[in-house]
């Protein structure tokens, strides 16, 4: 079973819905982070969380809200999705005894606003 | 964080070393050099780190400079699976920046039979 996984692996969705994306992981790191990549480009930070009560804006956070509902659980809202949050969107964790920066991904979710 | 640039694509035979470079001239003392790999639109994958030591595991093998402005990261026997994009990436260990890492576009190598 995958240590990092990610539902729904795509979602095709409409302008002003409300969407939500959940990364749970199975390592047991405390924490967690939301990237998004756009085609041809290198990821972007959103969202990172250093422990369940921990919850920081990264690079590109306008748009987005995270919850850390458990310590394996980190999920990305969009409130009122559009159109260039149009992306494949990742989610990652790290334990703090490896300095915070091995990370590992989840295999991504490719989010479609129409 | 210190800024990296990578070229943006190389090529290798399969079976051959490939050498992967990454100029970091601005990093500073405790900056460490970090490598990923992300295979065709998945996650990205750890590979190897290190701050001013080579260093070698099972992926690869890491040179950094004397001066630390520039680093190699080598697959002693690159295979078809081995293309991919390759980042580099120089963060902090600790800090307000822990964690925070930043992906340029990094250089999408091609490994041909």
């Known amino acids: 079973d995958a240590d990092v996984t990610q539902t729904p692996r795509n979602r095709i969705t409409k302008t002003g819905k409300r969407i939500m994306l959940e990364c749970s992981q199975t390592?047991?790191?405390?924490?967690m982070y939301w990237y998004r990549q756009d085609p041809g480009l290198g990821l972007r930070l959103i969202y990172y969380?250093?422990?369940?009560?921990?919850?920081n804006k990264g690079e590109i956070s306008d748009g987005y809200s995270v919850s850390r509902q458990a310590q394996a659980k980190f999920s990305l809202s969009l409130e009122s999705a559009i159109p260039n949050q149009t992306a494949l969107y990742f989610c990652?964790?790290?334990?703090?005894?490896?300095?915070?920066?091995?990370?590992?991904f989840g295999p991504g979710t490719r989010l479609t606003v129409l | 964080d210190a800024k990296t640039t990578q070229p943006p694509s190389m090529d290798c035979a399969e079976g051959r070393a490939a050498n992967l470079p990454c100029n970091h001239s601005?990093?500073?003392?405790?900056?460490?050099v970090y490598w990923y790999r992300q295979i065709h639109s998945q996650g990205p994958q750890y590979i190897i780190h290190?701050?001013?030591n080579n260093e070698t595991n099972e992926m690869a093998s890491l040179i950094i400079t004397e001066d630390r402005k520039s680093s190699t990261l080598i697959l002693p026997h690159a295979t078809l699976r081995d293309t991919a994009v390759y980042y580099c990436?120089?963060?902090?260990?600790?800090?307000?920046?822990?964690?925070?890492?930043?992906f340029g576009q990094g250089t999408i190598l091609t490994v041909h039979p």
């Open positions: 390592k047991g790191h405390d924490r």
């Open positions: 990436i120089v963060a902090n260990a600790g800090g307000t920046s822990y964690g925070k890492l930043t």
């Open positions: 990652a964790t790290s334990d703090w005894t490896s300095g915070g920066n091995e990370q590992f």
């Open positions: 969380s250093f422990d369940v009560k921990d919850i």
């Open positions: 290190g701050l001013k």
């Open positions: 601005t990093i500073s003392g405790n900056e460490y």
